[in-house]
């Protein structure tokens, strides 16, 4: 079977939104992406001849702890106990606070963009970069 080439961005926003509770797939000879619930997806699991799961462990700590150590020192020292101690709320609102967030959101885009590519490339799945418009969603 032929792979169809996926969108980057799709993929990307799955490995985003991947949790316990959702599964994304891709479809092999369309490129597009399917998103099941678990209790749909132990009803009727998609045929692994036909589909991909999009499923790579990314640790949100992890990212944060690897942003903050990017920051000068200051931030560095003021932010990355609030990692080591899960206190994210606390963090986010630092990350406003101290005008972060965006450059938080461009590292955590460029992270999952890395994720997204490593992934097609074990899968052998070609991809095409193409921004996703709003009302695709």
Request: aromatic share 14%; hydrophobic share 40%.
């Amino acid at each position: 079977m032929n792979k169809v080439a996926v969108n980057i961005y799709s993929v990307m926003d799955a490995l985003d939104l991947q949790s316990d509770f959702l599964s994304f797939f891709v479809l092999l000879s369309t490129g597009e992406i399917l998103l099941l619930t678990e209790e749909e997806k132990k009803k009727r699991p998609p045929s692994p001849a036909l589909y991909a799961e999009i499923s790579l462990p990314i640790d949100t700590l992890d990212l944060l702890h690897s942003f903050c150590e990017l920051l000068e020192e200051d931030f560095r020292d003021h932010l990355l106990p609030y990692v080591e101690e899960e206190h994210l709320d606390l963090l986010f609102s630092f990350f406003q606070q101290y005008q972060l967030e965006d450059a938080w959101l461009l590292y955590k885009e460029d992270k999952l963009r890395e994720f997204a590519i490593q992934w097609c490339e074990e899968h052998e799945i070609p991809y095409v970069e193409e921004p996703i418009e709003e009302e695709d969603w």
